[in-house]
């Protein structure tokens, strides 16, 4: 099982990035895949998430500027991220894996499989 992230890279406020997690060895059509970011001196936080059913959950500091979707027959994960601020600088990470529910984000941090993460900096 691995999941790889890209897309991160340095953005001006007000800019938009587009990242993407592959995953291979397994299906994610099945499970919940979620991104999560993790700022230096944070803790990790649960940014956004969806589940089998194309249910989507999102962190209140990043809805209605992030967008994330999923297309299983690519075994992809992405999250759309506009109207970028300093403080969604972060490595962002994407995991997944099962779980009976999305809510809180926080409960994710236990899914099983995670990426090594992609830088994001907005200045």
């Known amino acids: 099982v691995q999941l790889v992230e890209s897309g991160g890279g340095s953005v001006q406020a007000g800019g938009s990035l587009r990242l993407s997690c592959q995953a291979s060895?397994?299906?994610?059509?099945?499970?919940?895949v979620a991104w999560f970011r993790q700022a230096p001196g944070k803790e990790r936080e649960g940014v956004a998430a969806?589940?089998?059913?194309?249910?989507?959950v999102y962190a209140d500091s990043v809805r209605g500027r992030f967008t994330i979707s999923k297309d299983s027959d690519k075994n992809n994960l992405s999250l759309e991220m506009n109207s970028l601020k300093p403080e969604d600088s972060a490595m962002y990470y994407c995991?997944?894996?099962?779980?009976?529910?999305?809510?809180?984000?926080?409960?994710?941090?236990?899914?099983?499989?995670w990426g090594r993460g992609t830088q994001v900096t907005v200045s």
């Open positions: 995991a997944a894996g099962p779980s009976s529910s999305l809510s809180p984000l926080s409960r994710l941090n236990g899914l099983p499989d």
């Open positions: 969806i589940d089998s059913d194309g249910a989507t």
């Open positions: 060895g397994y299906t994610i059509r099945r499970y919940a």
